[in-house]
């Protein structure tokens, strides 16, 4: 059987397990939030998993290997220690995300500013996405290319077609369980191939024109030169440089937020997060022991130098494993890196494509979409993602470099708008769009300019210009960004409380309504009430769920602009979409009221600490007579009342 005969049974075979998880989940799908927030019910363990292996890319940890052959320890700055400080620093910013009512980050800018970020910010979160997918999708071709002869379109549409099936069918539950199994494949994968990679070069073997001695491993590490054990070889102002450019942009990156709000409480998140740094940390360890067996093998390599040698080097696994074992261990290998690249890309793909379904679409296009509707338009979104991913792959040449140029946009445009937002009051929409425009335009500009004046395989134009505008002028976007924000946000007016209750507890307890309303539990409708509500405790928090359904179609932004009229405690921070009424300062626990399945039914929400569980699903009855009052109004009546 030929080796690639070899690979694509086993592929089939993986993919197919992968598809099973997606359609496991798809089953269990009853709210946008399920299928975006994975019902917010994730252990610590299964999220740690996942924030591992959705940051380790098969492109990645080529070229990581690469720069460890070349530049030694010194090249951790570039993306080892960004990878884990980010998951380390978010860890300790948990408790700050967590509680947040939102699903997305252009929602929540919304929450904090105005309409007026959330299209900018979903746009530029896509692109970025894409970006991250398309150094997945290239390195993958790279790895078919080198073991199979195989064309570049085989990736693209292995990975395209694998992702957008299971990832539309289980939304993010089919991504986290589908990256545990994809990290112990890609984990495994690192560590055999550290192994063998030591014992080859320890062996004496020859290997193509290079006759090797005998050594021990202890002389195999001891015969490097001091400078590759180095981490600060590229000097202090290049790692100040480096960490500036990356860490911002990868701890406000979408997609480990939606992590966090998928836990099913902070500790969880909190040890997840922490537990994904050290698993990075394991595999990026194995990967620096892959280069030190592979810099004996190939010692042609590092005499190249960086970046001469960059494209040799990015090879020299693929080389090593396709000379050295069996078509049936070069199939398992090439499965370990496919699992790399889906790891990355089903992550990108849902976060993405909330930006498009949730951001854009539901927001802006048709805000009384019916859930129904929006788990269609979300799985959509997803293939487009992945569309737009696979037609880039075909026009970027470099795998690090799609990655850092989508980091550095990111890091230019909404850092200081969504950290600032987070932590500083004083922070307004004016403050908050002037550093996204100013910042995101001028990285942007600064990239195009550098891709356009840079030779192949030379240094970077703005490099040769000034050593502060390495990385594509990062600094100077950032600076550019940060000067903008804080600048325009102390000249211009304050924002207003109900944009600032969802963030800070003063604000909230200054506009909620600590009303004295009591609830008879006699009451027969109470009584029936009680019977019909869903609860379910994950974690710190329980989980109340009602459905509400009408006489006749409810017409969703007249029903809401009614509601709030009557009842000031119903308010709309993030559109008419999801409302919230604000009757104490944790926003989550809030009853919250969304459109159903169809244009009949309105699905109700709360999630309130353990503690206070009897006392929101009074909160939420009252919530529920608010409604119905109003729906009479339309002429309209409650029909059925059942749990979710």
Sequence with gaps: MEGSQFFFILLAVYVSGLISIGWYFTKKQKTVTDFWLAGREVGAIAIGFSAAASWLTAGALLAVIAFFILLGMGSVWSFVAPNVLALLIIALIVGRIKHLPAITQPELLEQRYSSTIRA????????????????????????????????????????????????????????????????????????????????????????????????????????????????????????????????????TEQDPWQRVWAAKDAKSAKIGMVLGSLLIAVVFIGCAVIAIGLNTIYPEIAEAGFPAGMALAERALLNFINSSFSPLVVALSAIGLAAAAMSCADTFATSGASCISRDIYQRF?????TMKEMLAINRISVLIIVAAATIASFYIESIMDAIHIATFIASASYFFPLMGGLYWKRATKEGALAGLVI?????????????????????????????????????????????????????????????????????????????????????????RYIGTLEKKITGERAHLHLNLESSATVNWNNFIEKLKSIYPAWVTPSGNDSVYRLTQADMLACVSITRGRNENEIWFASEPRTEFIDRQSKEMFIAFEEVENVLKTFGLIVCNQQAD
């Design 120 to 251: 900018p910010v979903a746009i530029i979160i896509t692109i970025v996405m894409i970006l991250f997918a398309v150094a997945d999708i290239k390195g993958f071709a790279l790895v078919l290319e080198e073991l199979y002869g195989l064309t570049p379109i085989y990736a693209a549409g292995i990975v395209a077609l694998a992702v957008s099936v299971y990832v539309t069918l289980g939304g993010l539950s089919a991504v986290v369980w589908t990256d545990v199994v994809q990290f112990v494949f890609l984990s495994v994968f690192t560590i055999v191939m550290a192994v063998l990679a030591v014992g080859a070069a320890t062996s004496g073997a020859s290997y193509g024109a290079t006759d090797l001695p005998p050594i021990t491993v202890s002389e195999l590490f001891g015969d490097l030169p001091g400078v590759w054990w180095n981490p600060f070889s590229i000097g202090i102002p290049m790692v100040i440089i480096f960490i500036f450019a990356i860490v911002p942009g990868w701890i």
């Design 365 to 369: 296009i048709k805000p009384d979409a």
């Design 439 to 527: 910042g995101g335009l001028t990285q942007i500009g600064l990239i195009l300019i550098d891709l356009a004046k840079t030779a192949p395989m030379a240094t970077s134009y703005l490099e040769t210009v000034h050593p502060i505008l390495v990385n594509h002028g990062i600094i100077m976007g950032m600076l550019l960004s940060a000067f903008a924000f804080f600048g325009v946000s102390l000249i211009t007016k304050p924002s207003e409380t109900v944009n600032l209750a969802p963030f800070f507890e003063s604000a909230a307890e200054k506009l909620s309504l600590h009303d004295a309303q009591t609830v008879d539990e006699s009451n027969p409708e109470y009584i």
